[in-house]
């Protein structure tokens, strides 16, 4: 069974920066893409990055375009997303998952995924 563990989440101030890692562990991390989401209260959960399994092709919702990069270390098992320029409206809890049906292509559909972690949480003051 595959396990996600997030961590580098916290409190920022606006136009700050944070990193988050997604270590993952009991699979094979490289066959699958992997994806960013993010929930805030109230709202339904929302795809932020995705990342193919051989880190070839990346996609992020336009919310976070030039802002937000997505990367991966199969030899770490680890997926990061890298955030600049935070926004107050970045608030939410991220969470990474992994896909293992689409390898080459990330999915942008929460349903698609098979793997989740449990979140971490990202706050930015204004």
């Known amino acids: 069974q595959v396990q996600l563990v997030e961590s580098g989440g916290g409190l920022v101030q606006a136009g700050g920066s944070l990193r988050l890692s997604c270590a993952a562990s009991?699979?094979?991390?490289?066959?699958?893409?992997m994806g960013w989401f993010r929930q805030a209260p109230g709202k339904e959960r929302e795809f932020v990055a995705g990342?193919?399994?051989?880190?070839?092709?990346?996609k992020y919702a336009d919310f976070v375009k030039g802002r937000f990069r997505i990367a991966r270390d199969n030899a770490k098992n680890t997926v990061y997303l890298l955030m600049n320029s935070l926004k107050p409206e970045d608030t939410a809890v991220y969470s990474c998952?992994?896909?293992?049906?689409?390898?080459?292509?990330?999915?942008?559909?929460?349903?698609?995924?098979?793997?989740w972690g449990q979140g971490t949480q990202v706050t930015v003051s204004s």
């Open positions: 998952a992994g896909d293992r049906t689409h390898y080459s292509i990330p999915s942008t559909t929460p349903g698609e995924y098979d793997y």
């Open positions: 009991g699979g094979t991390f490289s066959r699958y893409s």
């Open positions: 990342i193919s399994g051989g880190s070839t092709y990346t």
